[in-house]
């Protein structure tokens, strides 16, 4: 068996972050998705890994290598257009070779019994493959699945409007001899809703209906623990949430590197890792579970919340506040407040308040503040290519890679600050800011007479 993970797509909707990564390389509790996607295949016996990769596959190449140092062998397969995960299956055909394969969509979170649920009912069932299904409230983001009642699938609705319903997980377990038929799908995807434009390229799920019309039918088999389908830029704080979960079952107690130190004076409540050459100052408060990477300075009276992961060679503090996550070698200083997700490199200056998702080398100017709820206290919404969508749970910004804020800048809720990006000094920001532009306030300026003579009247 080997496992072929889909990771080409430009991910479009993932806007700002997609612009410098692949989505699946976006971090997830400062570990690449891409990441917890190889872990769950070598933790399931599947060493023999091949990934596609397009925009911005070098990301991915440079992070994973050969796969060795993740216990297992990746190649690449490039699928310089991306035309459908059906034809990303049929590019990689040379490394599939003679055996059957897993297929995993890259930008999906799944728990770690997922793996072994879906291959042992490959193997049990004897049939030409199985599709793992969810459950999910809303379907209009997903491909509905038509399940029979002896399980097998006959057929899909591509993003129906609404509901609640049985999705394709993008998790298959296929024969080898039923890969050649994705060669036979269109060249877009006709199973839509009346009004729903159909998408060009070939798609696996249209092989479905194939299947079942021929006899060999798919069998549809439910996906079991945590899953999440991290298509909108927001949705990687849902995935995020997922993730602690799982990571606070493993730690509950307090994990300290010999190297690390930590004050008498502070306080901690509950487990903490706590990694090599890490130190942790007087009055500094942590609620466990937290992780802190190496060589990172938690400051005097700076607290950090529960389910907190914070990254090699960070510095927090002095009096700051942090939850979420924060990546490597990033610096939130004097009286900062930060919470959500921000990514390596980041510089917050003293005296802010962020939540949002901010991307690699954010510069936060001093003073920068960022709203979280709306004044008729209704769920935020962001625009996504020209789409208002709401995003539940969501607070805060979505803060492109490479962009900076002035003094004083204030930013709206639900605002998307594109890559490469400026808010200048005093803006307050009430919409979105495309790349590569500023935002700068016009002031009108009036010089008068000043001298000792003012004070003398």
Not at 32 to 51: K, M, N, Q, Y
Not at 122 to 140: H, K, M, P, Y
Not at 199 to 208: A, H, K, R, S
Not at 352 to 370: M, N, Y
Request: glycine content about 12%; overall charge negative.
């Amino acid at each position: 068996m080997k496992a072929l993970i889909l990771a080409a797509g430009k991910g479009e909707r993932f806007f700002p972050f997609n612009v410098f990564r692949p989505k699946p390389m976006f971090p997830i509790c400062n570990r690449p998705l891409l990441e917890w996607t190889v872990s769950r295949l070598v933790d399931a016996g599947i060493s023999d890994i091949g990934i596609v990769v397009g925009h911005r596959g070098g990301r991915a190449r440079n992070y994973f290598g050969s796969g060795q140092r993740f216990g297992c062998k990746i190649t690449y397969i490039e699928q310089p257009q991306p035309k459908g995960t059906a034809q990303a299956v049929g590019l990689a055909s040379d490394f599939i070779g003679a055996d059957d394969v897993l297929i995993i969509f890259g930008d999906v979170f799944f728990g770690a019994d997922a793996v072994p649920h879906l291959l042992d009912a490959f193997r049990d069932r004897n049939c030409s493959g199985v599709a793992g299904i969810v459950q999910v409230e809303d379907l209009t983001s997903h491909i509905r699945a038509h399940v029979e009642k002896d399980q097998s699938l006959s057929s899909y609705t591509y993003k129906p409007r609404g509901g609640s319903g049985q999705a394709l997980s993008g998790l298959y377990v296929f024969k080898n001899e039923i890969l050649s038929d994705l060669g036979n799908t269109s060249d877009f995807v006709p199973r839509t809703q009346f009004g729903i434009f159909p998408p060009e390229g070939q798609e696996i799920c249209d092989v479905i209906p194939l299947l079942y019309g021929e006899g060999r039918a798919l069998i549809a088999v439910d996906l079991p623990g945590p899953w999440f389908d991290m298509d909108l830029p927001w949705h990687p704080k849902n995935v995020s949430l997922m993730a602690l979960s799982e990571m606070a079952d493993g730690l509950t107690e307090a994990v300290v590197a010999p190297t690390a130190t930590v004050d008498p004076d502070a306080r901690i409540r509950g487990p903490i890792f706590v990694d090599e050459n890490t130190t942790i100052a007087r009055d500094a408060y942590i609620e466990g579970p937290v992780w802190i990477g190496k060589d990172t300075e938690i400051l005097e009276g700076s607290h950090i919340a529960s389910r907190t992961v914070i990254g090699d060679r960070c510095k927090i503090g002095p009096f700051a506040k942090v939850s979420g996550t924060v990546d490597t070698n990033c610096h939130i200083t004097y009286l900062g407040e930060f919470g959500g997700i921000m990514l390596e490199e980041g510089r917050v200056t003293h005296q802010i308040q962020l939540s949002g998702i901010f991307g690699e080398r954010a510069e936060i100017g001093a003073g920068t503040q960022v709203g979280t709820l709306r004044f008729d206290d209704a769920e935020i919404e962001v625009e996504v290519q020209g789409i208002r969508r709401k995003a539940p749970g969501f607070t805060g910004v979505l803060f492109g890679d490479y962009s900076r804020t002035g003094i004083g800048a204030m930013i709206m809720p639900g605002r998307i600050v594109g890559p490469c990006a400026m808010v200048g000094a005093g803006v307050v920001l009430m919409k979105n800011v495309p790349p590569y532009k500023a935002v700068l306030v016009k002031q009108e300026l009036d010089v008068v007479d000043w001298s000792p003579a003012i004070y003398e009247r």
